[in-house]
T-cell receptor, first 113, second 113 residues
Framework: EAQVTQNPRYLITVTGKKLTVTCSQNMNHEYMSWYRQDPGLGLRQIYYSMNVEVTDKGDVPEGYKVSRKEKRNFPLILESPSPNQTSLYFC????????????FGPGTRLLVL | QQQVKQSPQSLIVQKGGISIINCAYENTAFDYFPWYQQFPGKGPALLIAIRPDVSEKKEGRFTISFNKSAKQFSLHIMDSQPGDSATYFCAASGSFGNEKLTFGTGTRLTIIP
């Protein structure tokens, strides 16, 4: 089954404790991105990757890092989480760009205390 | 301007009625306008999309109306059903930058019996 998977689905952590949210897709997509969803703000892009070893900032990259060492994986790293990063995070993938159907993962709900 | 403005924030419609959600944009370089549907606990999924060479696109009970001169587009759901209750996001993208999708802030639609 074609899908985007994220882990963990729920995470409670404390300020400053490094964490990684994994994202994997099995559709051989080149384009992957991370979004955060907050009430009243919609979905905002954090980082995106157009292919292996090619990543760039989206609209709200501060406090986040990403890597793309393999085509299928695109982890999101919070090196020193803060309460303002409490949010619902989605990974998405598409064939080559944002101007195509984006396939979203199920989401990761993060609470930073 | 990269913003996409979406209204209303929430909408309650009686079963069988027409649900209408509106979006407006500023950047005339946008040329791809999708709508995503999100059920609670799930990631968004593409519902329907339009490019500006047509003024309307219909898929079953869902129709996008596009007004290029007014820089507006809307989603119409005919014969609304309780199963349509979800959050709807409009979005826009263009062949510039990273071709990323810019999302609206979302509309929570509730269909009541």
């Amino acid at each position: 089954e074609a899908q985007v998977t994220q882990n963990p689905r729920y995470l409670i952590t404390v300020t400053g404790k490094k964490l990684t949210v994994t994202c994997s897709q099995n559709m051989n997509h080149e384009y992957m991105s991370w979004y955060r969803q907050d009430p009243g703000l919609g979905l905002r892009q954090i980082y995106y990757s157009m292919n292996v070893e090619v990543t760039d900032k989206g609209d709200v990259p501060e406090g986040y890092k990403v890597s793309r060492k393999e085509k299928r994986n695109f982890p999101l790293i919070l090196e020193s989480p803060s309460p303002n990063q409490t949010s619902l995070y989605f990974c998405a993938s598409s064939w080559t760009s944002g101007r195509e159907t984006q396939y979203f993962g199920p989401g990761t709900r993060l609470l930073v205390l | 301007q990269q913003q996409v403005k979406q209204s209303p924030q929430s909408l309650i419609v009686q079963k069988g009625g027409i649900s209408i959600i509106n979006c407006a944009y500023e950047n005339t370089a946008f040329d791809y306008f999708p709508w995503y549907q999100q059920f609670p606990g799930k990631g968004p999924a593409l519902l329907i999309a339009i490019r500006p060479d047509v003024s309307e696109k219909k898929e079953g009970r869902f129709t996008i109306s596009f007004n290029k001169s007014a820089k507006q587009f809307s989603l119409h759901i005919m014969d609304s059903q309780p199963g349509d209750s979800a959050t709807y996001f409009c979005a826009a993208s263009g062949s510039f930058g990273n071709e990323k999708l810019t999302f609206g802030t979302g509309t929570r639609l509730t269909i009541i019996p």
